[in-house]
């Protein structure tokens, strides 16, 4: 839900200006597109999952060897 810090109220997405302001003008923080937008730590947790996947497939391939 986007908030208004000048308005002090949250505003439904829907009535919010296609560039993310609200109706008096003020730059929403939570514009449009902003919140589809994956955040960091998703990929970061994502690239240690296939670091630990890719370690545990070594393991087993090692296991298997010896
Ligand atoms: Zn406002």
Redesign the pocket.
Known sequence: MPW????G?F?NPNTLRSDG??????P?ADAKGASTKVPWHFWMLLIALGIYLGWRVIQGVVWLAG
């Open positions: 208004c810090e000048p308005c109220r505003y302001t609200c109706a008096n003008n003020h929403v």
